[in-house]
């Protein structure tokens, strides 16, 4: 019988997804990965393989996290104020803590870095905005139901505040405070989709 490993596999993937959040995947050496994780080269390629599986581990566990934040927009009592609390919500969180907000999103950064390059990464991407357009279009379905917002207009504005949330995190590596006060924007005009 083997021996069982001396780790959590599951904090060496969230060490590791910090660290590729930090620097990005091309920067990040194997050195970097024993020095953040404690684990020596072969310990990392015995359970991980190579340096791109560890680093899709780290993908799909963000991702995994990423999509349980958007669990309040998918809530059968989601609307238009779910939504604009949400974006109020990212300014909050811009503000609070700039430096660490400064990074950005690891995998808005992931793509802006290999998506061309990388399957792997381009199906995370594109699994990544998939989700934040079904979140949005859940939220504003119901928003629809309860007469709050147009009908026919759902799905092109899920695909507009995709596309923005994915901007709004490049905008925050070049400044936070910034990207907060872009987030008060969007908000405002979420708000002024309210029907009547």
Same mark, same amino acid.
């Given at each position: 019988?083997? #021996?069982?490993?001396?780790? %959590? ?17 091309? *920067? ?10 404690? &684990?020596?080269?072969?310990? *990392? ?13 780290? *993908? ?9 934040? *958007?669990?309040?927009?998918? %809530? ?15 300014? #909050?969180?811009? #503000? ?9 999103? &690891? ?9 061309? %390059? ?13 989700? &934040? ?6 939220? &504003? ?15 092109? #504005? ?5 596309? %923005? ?32």
């Amino acid at each position: 019988m083997g #021996r069982r490993p001396a780790y %959590q596999r599951s904090t060496v993937v969230a060490a590791v997804a910090e660290l590729f959040w930090e620097q990005g995947y091309e *920067l990040t050496s194997i050195g970097d990965l024993e020095a953040r994780t404690g &684990l020596d080269r072969s310990s *990392l390629y015995h359970a991980f393989g190579a340096k791109h599986a560890l680093f899709e581990a780290a *993908l799909r566990c963000y991702l995994e996290t990423f999509q349980h934040g *958007l669990g309040a927009l998918r %809530q059968d009592d989601a609307g238009l104020a779910v939504i604009v609390s949400f974006f109020a919500g990212m300014a #909050r969180a811009f #503000r609070a803590d700039p430096a660490r907000n400064a990074r950005g999103c &690891l995998m808005v950064n992931t793509v802006a870095e290999l998506g061309a %390059q990388d399957a792997i990464v381009a199906r995370l991407g594109a699994a990544y905005r998939d989700s &934040l357009r079904e979140a949005f279009a859940a939220a &504003l379905s119901h928003a629809a139901a309860r007469g709050e917002v147009d009908t026919g207009r759902i799905h092109p #504005r899920a695909n507009l505040l995709a596309a %923005q949330m994915m901007g709004l995190f490049l905008t925050a590596r070049i400044d936070p405070a910034d990207a907060a006060e872009v987030c008060e924007s969007v908000a405002a005009e979420i708000s002024s989709w309210r029907l009547g």
